[in-house]
């Protein structure tokens, strides 16, 4: 599934529009993983994932507070 293209899922927020639209590709790029049986690719891929998500958290945080 190609989360990416979905227009809908906007916020209106440039930065968090664009930090979600990485999201989908990401999860896009794991798809793409599954499908090849890729588990180290994966693994690592998963690892990002984790990491992006939680600065992206910190960030929405960040700007619900300016808000």
Known sequence: ???????????GNKIIDFAHKKI????NRIECLIRA???HALSW???????????C???????AQAV
């Not at 989908?24 to 999860?27: R, Y």
């Not at 958290?57 to 700007?63: K, R």
């Open 57 to 63: 958290f910190l960030m929405e945080e960040y700007i």
């Open 45 to 55: 891929t998963f690892d990002l994932l984790e990491d992006y998500l939680a600065d």
């Open 24 to 27: 989908f590709d990401m999860l």
């Open 1 to 11: 599934m190609d989360f990416a293209s979905q227009k809908k899922l906007s916020v």
């Open 37 to 39: 049986n890729d588990h």
